[in-house]
């Protein structure tokens, strides 16, 4: 028998045979996820994380994305995938379609976010959204001491080619959510060393929120 060969991807998780275990942030989506539920990832890239769903959770599983590369890999992993641009809505869905829907990573990259969070409120009746939190303190610290765009292991682009371009904190988030009467009915902060819950808009490299319309 061959021995397992064991190394670390740019991450700093560990990789056995050459595949990488499921992201955290991944796996902390998922842990909201109901078996056998109806689910609608919006901006779904590679299809990881709507894989992790049908593979953990037995998910009825459908995707959105519009890069023709992400749209390959979804259909390489036997998901079904729609082709389309969320920054114009989700008129092919009827209300309260889904069980969930999730936008995971994505919200921060899309011109029209206002406008997403709400049709992922009308089409799904539980929304998952997770962002990487822009106050996090070592991107606070390395604006501050460099003066230049931050770069991180979770931000690891130059300001002229990366795809966030709104920005937003766990404050924001909390703030827009009591604007728009969006519930907020759980948060999970993930930090550099697992969950945090003491100042999570300092601590927290990525946000994590189970949202509901009341």
Not at 67 to 90: F, I, M, N, T, Y
Request: charged share 25%; aromatic share 8%.
């Amino acid at each position: 028998m061959r021995a397992s060969r064991e190394f670390s991807d740019p991450t700093g998780r560990a990789v056995a045979n050459g595949v990488a275990p499921p992201r955290i942030d991944l796996s902390m989506v998922a842990s909201l996820v109901s078996p056998g539920a109806r689910v609608l990832d919006l901006g779904c890239g590679d299809g990881m994380l709507l894989k992790l769903l049908v593979d953990q959770k037995g998910v009825f599983a459908r995707g959105v994305e519009i890069s023709d590369e992400g749209v390959r890999q979804c259909v390489s992993r036997g998901l079904a995938v729609d082709h389309a641009d969320l920054d114009e809505g989700l008129d092919d869905y009827p209300d309260g379609s889904f069980d969930y829907v999730i936008l995971s990573q994505t919200l921060q990259t899309v011109r029209k976010p206002d406008l997403v969070l709400k049709e992922m409120l009308r089409v799904g009746r539980t929304g998952i959204v997770s962002f990487p939190n822009f106050a996090y303190w070592r991107v606070r610290g390395a604006l501050l001491l460099n003066g230049r765009m931050p770069k991180t292991d979770y931000l690891p682009y130059e300001w002229y080619d990366t795809p966030n371009i709104h920005l937003l904190t766990v404050r924001d988030f909390h703030a827009h959510c009591a604007e728009e009467g969006i519930q907020i009915r759980r948060a999970l902060y993930l930090g550099a060393s697992g969950l945090v819950s003491f100042l999570p808009n300092l601590r927290a490299k990525t946000a994590i929120f189970e949202v509901n319309r009341p």
